[in-house]
């Protein structure tokens, strides 16, 4: 099993800074990628960046040049820092780990969420 906490949203003003973690703890080892989706009211949920077990990292169009992800990996821990952010960047936060199971079959888990709201 996997755990993931996350941490670090909150309310801030448009073209604030916030910096989101996700500490991963348990079997987090044949671990692919790790990475932060989005879902706001009434929208489905939606990728906006991961980074991979070699480092490499992708971000949503709507983000780039604004969000940043990172990872620690003696901490076990992913960062999503977020700049210029805008109303629309409003929504729950998860933390995403994709690992390969015992049977080579990938596995997402999920954080709980954290909202970030962006006021105008």
């Known amino acids: 099993q996997v755990q993931l906490v996350e941490s670090g949203g909150g309310l801030v003003q448009a073209g604030g800074s916030l910096r989101l973690s996700c500490a991963a703890s348990?079997?987090?080892?044949?671990?692919?990628?790790m990475g932060w989706y989005r879902q706001a009211p009434g929208k489905q949920r939606e990728l906006v960046a991961y980074?991979?077990?070699?480092?490499?990292?992708e971000c949503a169009d709507s983000v780039k040049g604004r969000f940043t992800i990172s990872r620690d990996n003696a901490k076990n821990t992913v960062y999503l820092q977020m700049n210029d952010l805008k109303p629309e960047d409003t929504a729950v936060y998860y933390c995403n780990l994709n690992k390969l199971t015992i049977a080579r079959r990938p596995y997402d888990y999920w954080g709980q969420g954290t909202q970030v709201t962006v006021s105008s």
């Open positions: 980074i991979t077990s070699g480092g490499n990292t």
């Open positions: 348990g079997s987090i080892f044949s671990i692919n990628t």
